[in-house]
T-cell receptor
Framework: DTGVSQNPRHKITKRGQNVTFRCDPI?????LYWYRQTLGQGPEFLTY????????KSRLLSDRFSAERPKGSFSTLEIQRTEQGDSAMYLC????????????FGPGTRLTVT | DAKTTQPNSMESNEEEPVHLPCNHS???????IHWYRQLPSQGPEYVIH???SNVNNRMASLAIAEDRKSSTLILHRATLRDAAVYYC???????????FGQGTILTVHP
């Protein structure tokens, strides 16, 4: 257990539905990252926050994806109008400070879109 | 981020040393070399990082070539719990985002 929690751990949804995932980072960590991992591939960067500010979004993140980090604490990742191609493991990581040598990853949320 | 190249898979026997290579020939002077590993059904786990000098920690050692175009992660005595996918990443510290490649699948035989 790294101290980063993600909920739910598994989500099955039908195509076209909206889903929301939550990440609770280690409490004093001011940076929070979202990654997506498909089977057999390494994780891909989606977006990251420093405190409550979203500083970068990957081109992979279509308009259907939105992430928030209110008050610089937990973060949510919402996917609207899910597609089968969104099926993946969604990973959250947090790190301390701007010298981000070490990221602590949560266990991930596995999304299956049927 | 600089592209990294790693072998797809490697095998080792328990209690033997393991040397996992990584090529990063386009690395810039400010890129750090990070290693993460991912055990089955878990998120990635930080292993070690370095810039120019060799580094040691409780988990592993990192040997960086003098020209920084390659590095080697060394597990001194492999255990069955070290079986994982190992990722070598060259990245700027400024934003810290990690660009994972395919990684090396390490199999450890008892």
């Amino acid at each position: 257990d790294t101290g980063v929690s993600q909920n739910p751990r598994h989500k099955i949804t039908k195509r076209g539905q909206n889903v929301t995932f939550r990440c609770d980072p280690i409490s004093e960590h001011n940076r929070l990252y979202w990654y997506r991992q498909t089977l057999g591939q390494g994780p891909e960067f989606l977006t990251y926050f420093q405190n409550e500010a979203q500083l970068e979004k990957s081109r992979l993140l279509s308009d259907r994806f939105s992430a928030e980090r209110p008050k610089g604490s937990f973060s949510t990742l919402e996917i609207q109008r899910t597609e089968q191609g969104d099926s993946a493991m969604y990973l959250c990581a947090s790190s301390l400070g701007t010298q981000t040598y070490e990221q602590y990853f949560g266990p991930g949320t596995r999304l299956t879109v049927t | 981020d600089a592209k990294t190249t790693q072998p797809n898979s490697m095998e080792s026997n328990e209690e033997e040393p393991v040397h996992l290579p990584c090529n990063h020939s386009t690395i810039s002077g400010t890129d750090y070399i990070h290693w993460y590993r991912q055990l089955p059904s878990q998120g990635p786990e930080y292993v070690i990082h370095g810039l120019t000098s060799n580094v040691n920690n409780r988990m592993a050692s990192l040997a960086i070539a003098e020209d920084r175009k390659s590095s080697t992660l060394i597990l001194h005595r492999a255990t069955l719990r070290d079986a994982a996918v190992y990722y070598c990443i060259a990245t700027r510290i400024v934003d810290g985002k990690l660009t994972f490649g395919q990684g090396t699948i390490l199999t450890v035989h008892p």
